[in-house]
């Protein structure tokens, strides 16, 4: 049996996992692997945030680095660390997620949809999914797509909307962890 989406179907069962080994487990090994790394664990967690396959555990370091230290040294680190990330999904993103989003792109119903939309809200629609994406920990490779898809963004505007919104995701993600 061949998967449509087999990239999407291995994303989702590292998202369950992480959230399982987590949910029940403690963070000790993972506070003990991370807290000794101060700032550069902070950018390592920020470089994984933003990728798709990695973003869970990217997650889960933050939130667990969230009571170490100044979380905005560690948010502006991590999100340095984000953007980084995004620069290079953002020049080699056909050889990740392409064929997929390619063929997410051309379902029916997807097609019937863009369609339909007229051309300015098609024009305000890609950039915002692709903004709230790449702010959020779900795969930036989609976010960056989204943004591709919008028209032409130059290399630097993209890497000053990236860190802006990763940055802004990852201080959710560090505030929230203080409060867990």
């Known amino acids: 049996m061949k998967l449509k989406y087999p990239k999407f179907l291995i994303l989702l069962i590292i998202y369950v996992a992480t959230y399982l080994v987590f949910r029940y487990s403690d963070f000790d090994f993972l506070t003990n692997l991370i807290s000794p790394l101060g700032l550069l664990g902070a950018f390592l967690a920020g470089m994984m945030y933003a990728y798709g396959f990695s973003a869970a555990l ?9 009571d170490r230290g100044n979380v905005w040294m560690y948010g502006t680190i991590a999100g340095l660390g984000a953007l980084c990330s995004d620069l290079l999904e953002f ?37 915002f999914l692709g903004a709230f994406i790449i702010s959020t ?7 960056v797509a989204f943004l591709a898809a919008s028209g032409n963004i130059s290399e630097k ?24």
């Open 58 to 66: 990217g997650v889960a370091i933050l939130v667990v680095i969230a």
């Open 91 to 127: 020049k080699l993103l056909r050889y990740s997620f392409a064929t997929e989003l390619r063929r997410f792109f051309n379902e029916r119903w997807v097609l019937f949809i863009r369609r339909r939309l007229p051309r300015v809200l098609k024009r305000a629609l890609f950039p």
């Open 137 to 143: 920990p779900l795969p930036d490779e989609i976010g």
């Open 157 to 180: 505007d993209f890497a000053l909307l990236c860190f802006i919104l990763n940055t802004v995701g990852i201080f959710v993600v560090l505030y929230l962890g203080r409060l867990f």
